[in-house]
């Protein structure tokens, strides 16, 4: 995300309606790819605090720049040059830059290159510890004495080192067996599929048999002649894939498999190692995701060794997060769980007992920053102040004292250097486009390292409103983004346009910079519209309930809080209440679909991209939390099932899909357009040819050229 | 095509543009599907000739009418009721109508159901000769002498008799060999691929190997999760299939392989016997499709016996009529060629000799419809009187005297009976829309069977001309055909749409009922725009040299035609020339595509249907014969490339495709379309899931409502 940077630049941000000359508005080009890049607050590119020094570093032009964070001397440590001089004596090819480079220890930077990884030694400019790989390698994952390089190539796992040769760890001939790779469609948390233990003696991993898996058929049409691509879709439901955990010792080369018994059919997540390397704590999700086991095992023979607690709810569960383990009492660990209505931290023994719940209240718990060497202060990131907020917290383990260690009202995200006794604050919101600070860890501030201009000065920027609305049940709370039209006049009558995603996971409507839009939202503000996004029930932090609200029976309490959105709308004196637009992809996609037959008096035109149509066409993991089997919860899916309202369809509704949608399969659109055409129903439809569940890159241009085009047309 | 008939309405046609009371419009489903139901033209249903008789039957509601052509006397022969009686007393599911009874003899009439043949004697009123097949069973086909059926089941081929059990006539497992059925694609005149000896002793059959030929991956999205579901689809350029003719002798139940040798991608077309069912003739031509070698090969050893003539052509040869014996003489043999730039009808003898041309002339013999039993005269279909229009003719074989049997000017269709000494001509024109009317063979008119009405008497129908445009090469003649307004004012100006096709094997206008032309371009009239189609040179019924001036230069010389059109719509006062529009299907969809890419400042609409975009990924067959391989002629692959104009487009341009086209396959619309977006070109998209080369049934009234609110939405 930190893309530029200018040392000199501390003009202090004035307004984000302050305009100097005649405002400009965006071109296409810049409303969709300019956000991250042109229109990027200054930052500090690939900031870091070295290790074991009280110094942080940072990229400026093609020096890296150490900072001493105590005394503000600083100094270039490296140069692009020099670096690349070093690399050329080697016969690596050049670096573009220095961003790649990642400290490993005192004196050491990382880089990592399609075939090789290497270590920089900045006080003796020297290269070391190089391993080369196979270029077509894939999850490349360091071991933690940065000796070996565990990594993938098609469906099997290697190690290699500095001087051994690959080694294979699993040689599956049958492609339908997927070793070391992330499984579970990555809806538990699941990033990785290798878990070096915690000295490299052993590498956990992942095997996925899903040769059991029905294939989807996608087609590659840039060959020559369009070939089947087909990929392993289990669909709620139906045969699900298989998991077991495998490790592999260093030493032996021998694979133990962890007896993770029956059903077949579960999940396997949050893999852990004990400090000792002797376990490995798996939290195991029944295929109804009801029911959590947090297991042991013995990581020497596979051996089953106890559950030390479990996790139910009427609903689901979800753990998202490993354990961590303390350094001083290594027979304890923290464990985050949403078991009392919020995201908390608790403490337990590895015998299974619960020490005590660390963090406390209304809030989310979003993220366990670190813990200071004494284990005296847990430092956390936490919804608490408000969940449109981020901010830094520390929680006393022992006397579970709390304390806010950002103050200042927005988004913060936070490089905690307990070692050094720092954290570097990088925060935004609404009327700030982004600034850095330093702060002693205790919360004092030191300095501002940098504050960012606005870099929307010369733009025409529609004025964005946050609101708080209240649900239809009377006390849930409802956040709300309004951006008006750039040539605001309350007289008038403006169409609008709402912004919608809905599912869980995500949250749209932030205090941070322009509120979570999309900077397109401002260039369709600069067109006349009005653009409106709300949070409904079902999104991400806010609490569990909030959350779950969906369960069984998506797309209903969602639906009512956008109308209650749209209610909120139809007060507003300068709203065109003919003329409302929706607009949203995948869950927003389904959202979309759903606004425009559920409710088809109220929206004119929507447009809906990559949507589920139908539940049942969706994946097992994600779809049977949310929704249970079809044969469970056949009303649900029933009335989730977007073909079964096509009659109702009034306005203009254009569908979008990418033809290599490995996520919400093309199914769902294709299926859509043939039930509307049963029906005589008429809708437009464009599909993204090579592309999967989100058009990205320059075609995201055309994508939404398309999307824009559609509402001038027809709202 | 004969779908009603009322024995009473012999009123008199007035004039296509008479109303009687308040004008009516069409809803679009009358436009889209009632050509031929509710609007069809009353004619008689099911008109035969009954075999040793000067009687002709057709169906008269539910019974079997019988009228002595001579005497006029007439009675019902069979009745629905009591064909049904009998049906059921055979324990045969009752008959909805008669429509499906065909003579095959004097008295017997055959029926056949999914899963029987059968005949009914009228005399007797008695069901003979069941013969009983499986009820999946396909390509039913029967002996000569009415015995035995052939047919296939999967990719196999089976005969059974009345007596008999099934006998697999092949049993290849390998789904990539297919028995028994129509090879090369259709493109060659070849309707089916079973071929019974004139007593039905041997049946000849194709055998096509495909399993060499790429799979085109078609999706199947009806099912619970969709599937791949393939379809053998060879590219030009690419590998073809090889095939082979099997005779299979009934007495030893032997299969002899006629040696028609290598190469193996050779086009076997034109399959016939001779009348001692010692010899089977075919069309053997080179993949190149330049040079045909008529050969003869010996039906019981399969050894190639001599060829009998050549043929060949710098572009290419095209047979599409077996030989025809003659009776008197079974040594000589009509055959068809268009060698003197028309197809004509040549007597061979079969060593080889040629005796005579048998019709000469500009104009294309169309079809040969029958020789008297004296052999004196042979009737046939020819254009020789007007391009627009199908005349029968005779030809004294021997003094090779030629008169033309059908005067009225329009479009006939004769049932001949040279037994009985009598034809009946149904015809129609521009002005008339159905006539039935009986003629003594040499053309002496007996009298009018039927005069149907104008069934658009209460509907407001635009105006038709007829227009004759010379083409850029300042000779060629060009036939187009105007529609106007039904509210035309020829001081308004008026947007046009151009509807084309302007590939082979094809003709739009005509001087026939409508013009030619469907009835949703009334439709359009209705809505204010004049429609407008030319048949530019590549279309058919006018020479060889205007048929194959597209030969390795597809879309050159259509488009300069079309623009032909253009230029003459420009110097109409009451067309609006800034609001051209074109839509076309298939080769019209390129054509439309091209119109809108390669003379972008014209047109401002454009609607293409399965556009064929890139020649190489056209078939073998066709692509091949009009654009040789993309090896042989890159530079026109290239100009006709339809993704190399992408930047040309300026107007609103939608493309349609069904998902399941075998025909133009998909990866024609989705390659442009990602083209397009790469170039960051807008253009719309409609896909018809399930549907495969064109929208048929109901669901084509959606896609006519979508092609019509295209227009009218950007026109």
């Not at 290790?51 to 150490?66: A, C, F, G, M, R």
């Not at 023979?301 to 290594?330: A, D, R």
């Not at 520390?394 to 927005?410: C, H, M, W, Y």
């Not at 007289?491 to 995603?501: G, R």
Request: glycine share 6%.
């Amino acid at each position: 995300m930190i893309r530029r940077f200018s040392l000199l630049v501390f003009v202090l941000f004035v307004s984000n309606t302050f305009l100097s000359g005649q405002p400009k508005n965006f071109t296409i080009t810049q409303a969709v790819l300019g956000q991250n890049s042109d229109f990027a607050p200054e930052r500090l590119t690939g900031l870091a605090w070295r290790p074991s020094t009280k110094s942080y570093t940072y990229i400026q032009d093609k020096d890296l720049l150490q900072v001493d964070a105590q005394k503000g001397a600083s100094a270039a440590i490296l140069s692009l040059d020099k670096f690349n001089e070093n690399l050329k004596q080697k016969g690596i090819l050049e670096a573009r830059s220095l961003r790649q480079l990642i400290w490993v220890d005192n004196t050491k930077l990382s880089y990592i290159t399609d075939s090789l990884y290497m270590e920089y030694d900045v006080e003796k400019a020297a290269i070391l510890n190089i391993i080369n790989f196979d270029e077509n390698a894939q999850n490349q994952d360091l071991d933690p004495l940065r000796k070996r390089i565990a990594y993938t190539l098609d469906n099997n796992l290697f190690v290699v080192s500095e001087t051994s040769t690959p080694v294979a760890v699993t040689s599956d001939k049958n492609k339908g067996i997927v070793n070391g790779q992330s499984v579970h469609r990555n809806e538990f948390g699941i990033e990785k599929g290798t878990f070096w233990s915690p000295t490299g003696k052993s590498l956990a991993f992942y095997r996925m048999d899903e040769s059991m898996v029905t294939d989807y058929p996608l087609v590659n049409i840039d060959e020559r002649i369009a070939q089947a691509d087909p990929v392993k879709y289990p669909m709620a439901g139906m045969k699900s894939h298989e998991v077991t955990v495998g490790v592999f010792s260093m030493e032996t080369t021998n694979t133990v498999w962890l007896k993770t018994g029956e059903p077949k059919e579960q999940y396997l997540t949050n893999i852990a190692w004990s400090p000792d390397e002797q376990s490995i704590y798996i939290a195991v999700i029944n295929r109804e995701q009801n029911h959590m086991w947090f297991n042991q095992y013995s990581a020497i023979t596979g051996e089953f060794i106890k559950t030390l607690f479990e996790e139910k709810h009427e609903k689901y569960v979800e753990p998202q997060n490993p354990m961590v383990f303390l350094k001083s009492k290594s027979d304890h660990f923290l464990w985050q769980s949403q078991r009392d209505g919020y995201n908390h931290v608790y403490l337990y023994k590895t015998d299974g007992t619960l020490v005590k719940q660390v963090t406390k209240g209304e809030g989310m718990v979003t993220e366990i920053i670190g813990i200071d060497a004494r284990e005296q202060f847990m430092y956390f990131m936490s919804t608490k102040q408000s969940p449109l907020e981020s901010h830094l917290y520390r929680v006393d383990l022992k006397t579970g004292d709390e304390r806010r260690l950002t103050l200042a009202a927005g988004t913060h995200r936070v490089l905690l250097n307990t070692e050094a006794g720092f954290f570097i604050d990088t925060w935004s919101s609404t009327t700030v486009p982004s600034r850095v600070e330093l702060y002693q860890q205790n919360g004092k501030f030191v300095k501002q390292l940098l504050a960012a201009k606005n870099p929307y000065n010369d733009y025409s920027m529609g004025s964005l409103d946050m609101v708080t609305l209240t649900a239809n049940d009377g006390k849930t709370s409802l956040y709300g983004r309004v951006i008006k039209p750039t040539d605001f006049d309350s007289t008038k009558k403006y169409p609008v346009i709402v912004y919608v995603y809905g599912g869980p996971h995500t949250q749209l409507v932030k205090n941070s910079w322009l509120g979570g839009a999309r900077l397109w939202e401002y260039f369709m503000a600069q067109k006349g519209y009005v653009m409106f996004t709300i949070d409904n029930r079902g999104s991400s932090n806010r609490s569990l309930e909030f959350e779950n609200a969906i369960h069984r029976n998506i797309g209903v309490n969602e639906l009512a809080d956008q109308l209650t959105g749209i209610e909120y709308l139809k007060g507003l004196s300068y709203v065109d209440t003919a003329r409302i637009g929706v607009h949203g992809w995948s869950y927003g996609g389904f959202m979309t679909v759903s606004m425009m037959l559920k409710v088809s008096k109220i929206f004119k035109v929507g447009v809906a991209g990559g949507p589920v149509i139908d539940w049942s066409l969706y994946e097992v993991m994600y779809g049977e939390r949310y929704m249970d089997t079809p044969e469970e919860n056949p009303e649900g899916y029933s009335n989730s099932n977007l073909k079964n309202y096509v009659k109702n369809l009034k306005g203009k509704l254009l569908i979008i899909h990418g033809d290599i949608d490995a996520t919400v399969v093309p199914q769902h659109s294709f299926g859509f357009l043939h039930e509307c055409v049963k029906q005589g129903v008429q809708v437009d439809f464009f599909m993204y040819p090579r592309h999967e569940h989100n058009v990205r890159g320059r075609d995201r241009v055309h994508l939404m050229q398309k999307v824009t085009n559609y509402f001038d047309d027809y709202l």
